[in-house]
């Protein structure tokens, strides 16, 4: 079994794509806002990774309770400093254990991301 994509039910699809795009740097793989049915947008990292799948118009939107999505990063301290500069909120770092360090935002959803 392989994962195939993470979906996010949006109220706000368009801000929900700045923030992935703008503030995470993924990019748009497929773009079915302007075809029939809802509008669905899957951005990744074009790297291989599952993409995250926003919709919007379809149920309840997402609150943020209870999901984290993690990232790897190059350099921990850059992507810290580079998403304060851009707004974002970075929380302090988190250090569970030896050799283990990250820290989180928020995107627009709710939704806790994880840069480690």
Known sequence: MK?????????DLDKSIRFYTEALGLRIQTDF???????????????GSPPIELIEGNGTPYT???LSIGFHVEDIERAHRELEDKGCHPTPFVSPMP??????????NGVDIQLM
């Open 99 to 108: 050799g283990v360090r990250f820290f989180f935002i928020k995107d627009p």
């Open 3 to 11: 994962m195939g994509h993470i979906t996010i039910h949006t109220a």
């Open 33 to 47: 806002r302007g075809e029939r049915g809802m509008p669905i947008v899957f951005v990744s990292d074009g790297a």
């Open 64 to 66: 943020g309770a209870g």
